[in-house]
């Protein structure tokens, strides 16, 4: 079961957010153009960068998220976060993913991108090494109040074109590829110890249904009323990840044969 930690956001919400994709439950799902919007169809291709500014890039090196390395113990996390973002101690947020049987460190905070708005931040420490193997940082309308898909998609763009000038193993770049669940990867690109960073969005709309009333039921379904159609919202998501080893992720795996 489920947890409640401190501030009141369960074990589970931080497993949901800390796992893959964000993903929404919703009916009519449909890529919108916000995010276009905000960028020129090039402006993200590292060669176009490198072009315009005229400026050699000095190789990338991905050690971790700010103060937080990869391969710190819990107790430097810890610190790292509260250095970084003025976090104490007894408000970072603790979780478990049970199918990976990583511990999660969370944090709330706002305006990690000038006006982005506040972030989810899920420090992830692997399973046998207690260390630290990932950081997720997560935007989202669904968790923050007044934030807009707009102001997601110019996070985006922000952090994409940031992303494009860093000197990333060129080879490994993507830039603004759609995937097959509708997902748009803004950016992928690995330093040459093959340590990634990743740069997701999605934003649609979701079929939501009317609020009850202070009775139970329904205010469209009371008597001589019509019933009232679903409201239509958009929503976004944006998702940030840096990780030590994307192909051999210190999680818990059951050994070949046992079963």
Do not use: C
């Not at 009916?27 to 276009?36: E, N, Q």
């Amino acid at each position: 079961m489920s947890k409640l930690i401190p501030s009141g956001l369960s074990t589970r919400q931080i497993i949901l957010l800390a796992l893959g994709l964000v993903v929404f439950v919703a009916l009519g799902w449909k890529m919108t153009v916000d995010y276009f919007a905000a960028r020129e169809a090039d402006a993200l291709n590292p060669q176009v960068v490198a072009e315009r500014s005229n400026l050699p890039r000095v190789p990338v090196d991905v050690k971790g998220f700010r103060s937080a390395m990869f391969g710190d113990d819990e107790a430097k996390v810890r610190a790292a976060i509260t250095k970084d973002f003025g976090v104490k101690d007894e408000n970072i947020r603790v979780g478990e993913n049970e199918q990976e049987k990583t511990r999660l460190l969370a944090i709330r905070v706002k305006d990690v991108v000038a006006d982005s708005g506040v972030a989810e931040i899920v420090y992830v420490l692997g399973y046998s090494s207690k260390a630290l193997i990932q950081v997720n940082i997560i935007w989202s309308t669904q968790f923050a109040k007044g934030m807009t898909p707009k102001q997601l998609g110019a996070t985006a763009s922000v952090l994409g074109h940031y992303f494009a000038g860093q000197g990333f193993v060129p080879k490994t770049v993507s830039v603004n590829r759609k995937l097959p669940n509708g997902v748009l990867r803004v950016f992928s690109g690995r330093d040459a110890k093959g340590r990634l960073v990743t740069l997701l969005y999605q934003q649609g709309e979701v079929e939501v249904k009317p609020a009850p009333a202070k009775d139970g039921k329904v205010e469209a379904d009371k008597k001589d009323e019509k019933a009232a159609a679903p409201e239509k919202r958009r929503i976004a998501a944006l998702r940030l990840n840096y990780v030590a080893d994307p192909e051999n992720p210190d999680i818990f795996k059951i050994g070949k044969g046992k079963f």
